[in-house]
């Protein structure tokens, strides 16, 4: 930030740096993925209002009790660039990437997928937490909290991008036409639930190539023994996804219980589980990392039956075997292998009526973030 700060400098427009401490970023004292507490960006909005550009190192903050550096870990930068919006009062908070905003699918993969305009902050959350990295999880998080509407756009085009609001319709119809409007957010600003209903049903797929499956195998089937083994899992600090048991057999009265959990946390959760082996008595633990969690994200599909029967179908005339399940009110998520993953997302979106019929996604930097 400093040398950026002094590039804009020597173009004649006053620039000055900041470090996440010097910004007022006030983070817990977990180190490496610190979650922000608290804003106080004192120094940053007396830089903005002497006309001066204000340039924030954006993936650090300190401490309030021991005043140590922490590091805010993955999606840090958008999470501290949406933080510092809410304690600047900000209309907007805009998030520069490779991409011309949020689509309907990863681009890489569907070259034919839609963008997204606008689209509310429960839709992004579940496509982030599917997988989607177009935005980071807590970065949307943290909008929906204070009520920030954010602008996702391309640093290599012109092109307009995708808001994320509280409402696809209402809350940034003001930012987006008259830029001195205020930008709705309480609630009871919002467009009547009627409008909302009219939105598509779909908003887009998500995909997340990142999890691993454990199975226990052989649980007796008695009050508690699920509550133990997650305890465990919950103890070893893994994050535990989607959750499956089966029924139990009256003959041998044993299940099978099957979780996702990232990859990364599948080694200290296998070891953890392995120890409590003997305390709870199951036959054996199965892990698999060659699994791909395909999902289908809309705030409509509440309102609109058939659509689980038109995935399914979509997946069945594809040839692809589906795992596990598990669904939210605007979400639905599907385990299948990681080989299948790619003719899944197409096959889904097409049937959907997802494509984009005159133009293709670009990826202008290579990644898709």
């Known amino acids: 930030m400093s040398l950026l700060a002094m590039a804009i400098n020597n173009l004649g427009v006053k620039a000055k740096s900041f470090t996440g401490q010097q910004a007022g970023v006030i983070t817990d004292a977990v180190h490496g993925k610190a979650r922000i507490v608290d804003v106080v960006p004192h120094r940053i909005r007396e830089t903005v209002e002497r006309g001066q550009v204000a340039i924030v190192a954006g993936f650090q903050g300190v401490t309030e009790s021991t005043n140590d550096v922490t590091t805010l870990g993955r999606g840090g930068s958008d999470t501290t660039a949406v933080a510092l919006a809410a304690g600047l009062d900000a209309d907007v908070c805009e998030i520069y990437t490779d991409v011309d905003g949020v689509f309907t699918a990863d681009p890489r993969i569907v070259s034919s997928a839609r963008k997204i305009s606008r689209i509310t902050y429960e839709e992004m959350l579940e496509l982030a937490a599917s997988g989607a990295k177009v935005l980071a999880l807590r970065s949307v998080e943290y909008g929906r909290r ?39 957010r309480a609630p009871s600003d919002l467009v009547p639930e009627e409008l909302v209903m009219e939105a598509p049903i779909i908003s887009g797929v998500a995909h997340d190539r990142s999890e ?40 041998t009265g044993l299940t099978d219980i099957s979780f996702t959990l990232p990859e990364g946390d599948g080694a200290v959760a296998m070891t953890a589980l392995t120890a409590i082996q003997g305390e709870i008595g199951f036959d054996s633990l199965q892990y698999d990392d060659q699994i791909g969690k395909l999902s289908l994200v809309g705030a409509g599909m509440k309102s609109h039956p058939g659509v689980s029967a038109k995935l399914f179908g979509a997946l069945r005339d594809t ?24 003719d899944a997302v197409r096959a889904v979106h097409s049937a959907f009526d997802l494509d984009a019929a005159d133009s293709e996604a670009v990826v202008y930097g290579g990644t898709g973030r």
């Not at 454990?214 to 699920?226: E, F, L, Q, S, Y």
Request: no cysteine; aromatic share 4%; glycine share 8%.
């Open 212 to 251: 691993a499956k454990i199975t226990v195998v052989g649980v007796p089937d008695v009050p508690g023994t699920a509550a133990r083994i997650f305890e465990v899992v919950a103890g070893s600090g893994a994050n535990i996804d989607m959750i499956v048991q089966n029924v139990s057999v009256a003959r």
């Open 319 to 342: 040839g692809i075997n589906i795992e596990m399940i598990s669904t939210s009110e605007i979400r639905i998520s599907v385990v299948t292998r990681a080989d299948d993953l790619d």
């Open 146 to 184: 204070y009520g920030v509407p954010i602008h996702v756009r391309s640093s290599f085009s012109a092109k307009e991008g995708t808001f994320v609001s509280a409402n696809a319709y209402g809350a940034v119809s003001a930012a987006t036409l008259d830029p001195s409007a205020p930008v709705l």
